[in-house]
């Protein structure tokens, strides 16, 4: 039932409200956000010209490289395939073959959480877990156990 849910979205995702725009806006912001560059790029930034909130984004740096740590290590555990629907391709290649969970997703929530996110850093990481699916490279729970893992191990590190 699971399975077919997932499929059912990702689906949903692959056939809906796709463009030429949307789609290369989605291919750009999953390049920045491979191996987490985005938010490590954020959080360097933040540590050498904001001193009065340095130890925020050092804690940011953290998270989001335990973040990185975790997500490789349950994927190679799991070692669940990347989607592969005939009809609907992938829109881009992946460094690797493994889906579960996404590090986009898992990433985006730690730096968001991290970095103490308003409305507009979630919103962030929303877009970048549901590009995912969009893009074919994930099912939806890939990016919705991402999100809960990245969250999660940004609260827990310290």
Known sequence: MLGA?????????????????????????????????????????????????????????????????????IKLGFRRARPAIEDLPALMPTVSELSYPSAHAST????ARGLNGGPVLYALAVIMALSRPYLGV???????????????????TP
């Open 108 to 111: 985006a929530f730690a730096a």
């Open 138 to 156: 994930h099912y939806p729970s890939d990016t919705l156990a991402g999100a809960v893992l990245g969250d999660a191990l940004a609260r827990l």
């Open 5 to 73: 849910l997932d499929l059912a979205l990702l689906r949903l995702l692959r056939t809906r409200g796709h463009s030429p725009a949307l789609e290369a806006a989605a291919v750009g912001l999953a390049r920045v956000g491979e191996h987490a560059a985005l938010w490590h790029s954020v959080a360097v930034a933040g540590t050498l010209l904001d001193r009065d909130r340095r130890p925020l984004y050092l804690h940011t740096i953290r998270a989001v490289g335990v973040t990185q740590f975790a997500t490789s290590a």
